[in-house]
């Protein structure tokens, strides 16, 4: 099949904002404990991270990560996270019904963050707790001194606030697995008091108010119209989450994920633009796309409940496969040609539950298949998004009435004169002869890189014993014509071309 991608240096979406390229940390499973902290894996450094794993997250490229949950958040109570570690209480999780020790909390997620590079999301429980410990906790956080929180974190061994930017008000707060669900009246409520409370502590904050957990739940649209009716003048972001399945087991249905991602946003962006035109309000809130990834596979009661109230559980260890990593790849596309709206996105999560890396406890960690489209996004999407043209094929699908074989997003730096093309061939056959004509971005393009993720095998994964099943190679078959590349794009294939 041959298709077309046009792009004009005149028409750009928008700048991309880097935090686009979020990941998401959980006290769940193994995430912080075996994943991210293990004081005795022998990669460990001081502060008992796992170096093997910080490694790979700086491959990986996350630019903010969210923390501490997910569900955990709205049974979590921060102070219990804080101060010496042998005075810590040892809790019950209900969230996963799971021991939680404590031994990981606030200050030591911050000190990852830093030697990960990393920005913090953080985010306040809205389930079992309110207002006031919300401010409490932004008290402790971020004020410089002078009061009880905030001194009582100095004596914690943080002199310096740690000048948290961006805050999330609960999570999936629509959900019946929530601890202590709310309507949407009552969430918007208690978001938006709890919103200014946090903001008189400090004004600097960004904050983000729950939008449905999926976008198929029974209160979808409602369920955002309400709570930004109450809270849209102290919110910067509404959230969006979702969790792609792969319910027909077939690639080409799978692919929907894609533009339903596509449909999603653009629902939102128009209920949260209602809402500001009935308030005769220019405010445009912003989308923050704080959980998103595969996840279907390992989504029984067993793999999300343990009985016994274990520690650090095995859960949701969900093994991906080259498929996963393709839709993954589509679902980057679509953010980065929605930039305009969308800021925040986090891939859920990091490490081991539903994670790019995986590890053993004391022994090796890995790579998934869906960690390549996510490294290679965040490492070569610098500058602005060009809003593209894409004349392709299509197929129809159940999981969506449309949708073209080529999928694809240009992303410009100015600063340095190099563009890259993010491009999926969603034909399963056939090659895609592509034709990008890169408009008035000067006239002799010169590849500097061209990358692929390919495998025959849909199911293909990388695990500890063959970790390197799936990975990426180099695309030979991509030329220059003066502003024209030409490309050959393998059937079912991943593909970054980078211009310069
Ligand atoms: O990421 C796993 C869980 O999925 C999160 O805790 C929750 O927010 C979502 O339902």
């Known amino acids: 099949i041959s298709a077309r991608l046009i792009v004009d240096r005149d028409f750009a979406i928008a700048d991309l904002d880097r935090r686009l390229f979020g990941t998401f940390v959980e006290h769940m499973g193994r995430c912080v404990y075996t994943g991210i902290y293990e004081p005795d894996h022998p990669s460990a450094d001081e502060d008992g991270f796992r170096q093997d794993v910080l490694d790979l997250t700086r491959e990986l490229g996350p630019t903010i990560v969210r923390y501490p949950g997910g569900n955990f958040m709205s049974g979590y109570n921060w102070e219990d996270g804080v101060g010496p570690k042998d005075q810590r209480p040892v809790r019950l999780d209900l969230a996963w019904y799971s021991t939680e020790t404590n031994q990981f909390g606030t200050n030591e997620f911050m000190r990852w963050a830093d030697k990960a590079g990393v920005e913090p999301m953080f985010g306040v429980n809205l389930g079992t707790r309110g207002p006031d410990e919300a401010r409490h906790f932004v008290e402790y956080c ?3 001194g002078g009061t009880a929180l905030s001194d009582l974190r100095r004596e914690h061994g943080v002199e310096k606030p740690h000048d948290i930017k961006f805050w999330c008000l609960g999570n999936e707060m629509d959900g019946p697995w929530q601890i202590c669900r709310k309507t949407p009246q009552e969430y918007g409520r208690i978001a938006l008091e709890t919103a200014k409370v946090m903001r008189q502590v400090d004004p600097t904050i960004t904050l983000a108010a729950c939008g449905s957990s999926q976008w198929d739940m029974p209160t979808y649209g409602e369920w955002e119209h309400t709570v930004l009716d109450h809270c849209f003048d102290e919110v910067d972001f509404i959230s969006l989450h979702t969790y792609f399945t792969n319910r027909y087991d077939s690639t080409e249905e799978f692919f929907g994920n894609i533009e339903q991602t596509d449909q999603f946003i653009k629902e939102i962006v128009a209920v949260a633009d209602g809402v500001a035109a009935r308030k005769h309000s220019r405010k445009r809130i912003m989308l923050s796309f704080d959980e998103w990834n595969v996840w279907y ?15 650090a559980p095995r859960l949701i260890e969900e093994v991906y496969n080259f498929e996963d990593a393709l839709v993954n790849g589509g679902a980057l596309i679509v953010m980065m040609n929605n930039c305009d709206r969308v800021k925040t996105a986090c891939l859920a999560q990091l490490v081991n539950v539903i994670g790019p890396i995986m590890t053993e406890p004391g022994g090796a960690a890995w790579r998934q298949t869906i960690f390549y489209p996510f490294a290679q996004a965040s490492q070569f999407a610098h500058g602005r998004v060009l809003r593209p043209v894409i004349d392709s094929p299509s ?15 240009v992303v410009d730096d ?14 399963l056959t056939e090659e895609m002869e592509l034709r990008i004509e890169l408009r008035g971005l000067g006239r002799e393009r010169q590849i500097t890189q061209a990358l692929e993720l390919h495998h025959t095998n849909m199911k293909a994964t990388n695990t500890r014993e063959a970790p390197e099943t799936v990975t990426p190679g180099f695309n030979h078959d991509v030329r220059a014509d003066g502003e024209t590349i030409i490309a050959r794009l393998k059937p079912g294939s991943w593909n970054v071309i980078v211009t310069q």
């Open 395 to 409: 197929y129809s699908a159940k999981s969506f009435a449309e949708i073209p074989y080529l999928c694809a997003s």
């Open 297 to 311: 596979k390992a989504r029984s009661i067993d793999d999300l409940r343990k009985p016994g109230w274990p520690q």
């Open 414 to 427: 100015e600063t340095t004169g190099q563009s890259v093309i993010f491009a999926l061939n969603r034909h």
């Open 142 to 144: 971020n004020h410089p």
